[in-house]
């Protein structure tokens, strides 16, 4: 399995902006797709934006326009460029490796087994927004 690890989270106000990267390290596999989920405590964890090995990307509607997803495959790292933050983007931000490219049409349930699986998380990264 890849190792991955999150960074740039942090805490900005509304509007602001932030850059999560997520370095991938270990195993010399490359997965079939990358994404980002996001957790609030108590909440179940949802799904943000994915990016297949060839290039094709995916959001969920509460982030379209104000997100962008990108996998550099050369430093093999993934980053989330998140835009006109809001204080509902508040939450522990993971990366993910999947083996398959259907992370995006799956349930939540079916997409944590499949990466629990089979693929990797990272430890998480907090972003928080205040009004």
């Known amino acids: 399995q890849v190792h991955l690890v999150e960074s740039g989270g942090g805490s900005v106000q509304s509007g602001g902006s932030l850059r999560l990267s997520c370095a991938a390290s270990?195993?010399?596999?490359?997965?079939?797709?990358m994404a980002w989920f996001r957790q609030v405590p108590g909440r179940e964890r949802e799904g943000v934006a994915y990016?297949?090995?060839?290039?094709?990307?995916s959001y969920e509607d509460a982030v379209k326009g104000r997100f962008t997803i990108a996998l550099d495959k050369e430093k093999r790292t993934l980053y989330l460029q998140m835009n006109n933050l809001k204080p509902d983007d508040t939450a522990m931000y993971y990366c993910?490796?999947?083996?398959?490219?259907?992370?995006?049409?799956?349930?939540?349930?079916?997409?944590?087994?499949?990466?629990?699986?089979?693929?990797?998380w990272g430890q998480g990264t907090q972003v928080t927004v205040s009004s």
């Open positions: 993910a490796a999947a083996q398959v490219r259907t992370l995006k049409v799956m349930t939540i349930l079916q997409a944590i087994r499949q990466i629990d699986g089979v693929g990797s």
């Open positions: 270990g195993s010399t596999y490359s997965p079939s797709s």
């Open positions: 990016i297949d090995d060839d290039g094709t990307k």
